[in-house]
Structure formats: structure tokens, C-alpha cells
């Protein structure tokens, strides 16, 4: 992970307390650097350029739409076994993931805003917090919730023949093999 998470996220709420812009920069960086790592880990699909210049959009939307391509994927082999627990669990997982997107949608423009000149777009800490927030609980759906694990969720399995999603400690894994 870039730096440590728990750290960037400790960087950015300081810098809410005097230089927003500051803080707007540093998720933004720590974002783009997350992104592609979580990109990586889920095998999504983040369109070839030879200057490998990503933006943030570009991450998004492939980590979003793997992300949900994944978990349809895991719903369908837990009813393939008849396994309850794991259809409960991907509900779940899907319930927090609509809600972290909706959050992050809402709330990304801000970054753009105030990582760029533009003189309309003066926020406070109070106005700018909701989108550390949103930000911080759309990568949280693919971290592991075991705060000793430290790691991004990750595709076992090559595109086409996914076997698992999961985290490194195993507290997250979920079988992406029907019966």
C-alpha cells in the first residue's frame, strides 16, 4: 500500500485543521496510488496507456465495475452450493457497496475542485470532511476488516477462472466457483 493506510488517512485529518487544499492533494495521491493497487489486486481491466497516465476516473471505474462483476460471481456460486452464510455475506458486501459508491460519487467532485485553482472552490473542514469520509469507506471495501491483516482484497484465480476473493489473513474469502 502507498505509505501506510491508517497513516494517509492520519495525514489528510490533520491537514483538515489548517490547509484543506493540502488535504484535498494528499487523498487525491494517496487515492490514484491505492486505486492501482487495488486495480491490480482485483485484476480489473484499466485501459493500456503506454504513458501510463491514469487518472483517478480511470481506476474507479474498473475497480468498481470488477469489484461488482466479482461479487455477482460470488452470489452465484454461493446459491450453485446452497451455501446461506455466503449469500449472506455477499449480500452484505453488496448493501456496502452500493452505499460507499453512492457516498463517493456524491462526493468526488470536491477533490478536483480544490486540488486545482479555481477560486469558487473554498471549503471549510466541515465541508470537505463528508468527502474524506465517503473516500475512506469506498477503499474500505476492499481492505480487510482484520485491523492486523493490513492488505487489499485480491482475485485468486485467472481472469475467466476466479477461484476466491480474498485478503490476505483470510478473514475475507469467498469462493467464486460454482458447483
Known amino acids: 500500500?502507498?505509505?501506510?493506510?491508517?497513516?494517509?488517512?492520519?495525514?489528510?485529518?490533520?491537514?483538515?485543521d489548517d490547509d484543506v487544499p493540502g488535504a484535498a492533494h494528499k487523498l487525491r495521491r494517496n487515492l490514484e496510488a491505492s486505486m492501482a493497487?487495488?486495480?491490480a489486486g482485483l485484476q480489473?481491466?484499466?485501459?493500456?496507456?503506454?504513458?501510463?497516465?491514469?487518472?483517478?476516473?480511470?481506476?474507479?471505474?474498473?475497480v468498481k465495475g470488477r469489484h461488482g462483476d466479482l461479487l455477482k460471481k460470488a452470489a452465484s456460486s454461493a446459491s450453485s452450493?446452497?451455501?446461506?452464510?455466503?449469500?449472506?455475506?455477499?449480500?452484505a458486501l453488496k448493501a456496502e457497496?452500493?452505499?460507499?459508491?453512492?457516498?463517493?460519487?456524491?462526493?468526488?467532485?470536491?477533490?478536483?475542485?480544490?486540488?486545482?485553482?479555481?477560486?469558487w472552490a473554498a471549503m471549510s473542514k466541515a465541508d470537505f470532511e463528508p468527502v474524506v469520509e465517503a473516500c475512506k469507506q469506498f477503499t474500505e471495501l476492499f481492505s480487510c476488516?482484520?485491523?492486523?491483516?493490513?492488505s487489499w482484497i485480491y482475485v485468486v484465480g485467472m481472469p475467466g477462472s476466479e477461484e476466491a476473493l480474498r485478503c490476505s489473513c483470510g478473514t475475507l474469502n469467498i469462493n467464486l466457483r460454482r458447483k
Open 44 to 62: 480489473a481491466r484499466v485501459t493500456y496507456r503506454p504513458d501510463n497516465s491514469h487518472d483517478l476516473s480511470m481506476f474507479f471505474n474498473s
Open 97 to 119: 457497496r452500493t452505499q460507499a459508491i453512492l457516498a463517493q460519487d456524491g462526493e468526488n467532485w470536491a477533490i478536483n475542485a480544490l486540488v486545482h485553482s479555481n477560486d
Open 37 to 39: 493497487e487495488i486495480a
Open 145 to 150: 476488516s482484520n485491523p492486523d491483516c493490513d
Open 81 to 91: 452450493w446452497n451455501n446461506n452464510d455466503a449469500k449472506q455475506q455477499v449480500d
Open 1 to 16: 500500500m502507498y505509505g501506510s493506510v491508517g497513516d494517509f488517512w492520519e495525514k489528510i485529518d490533520a491537514d483538515l
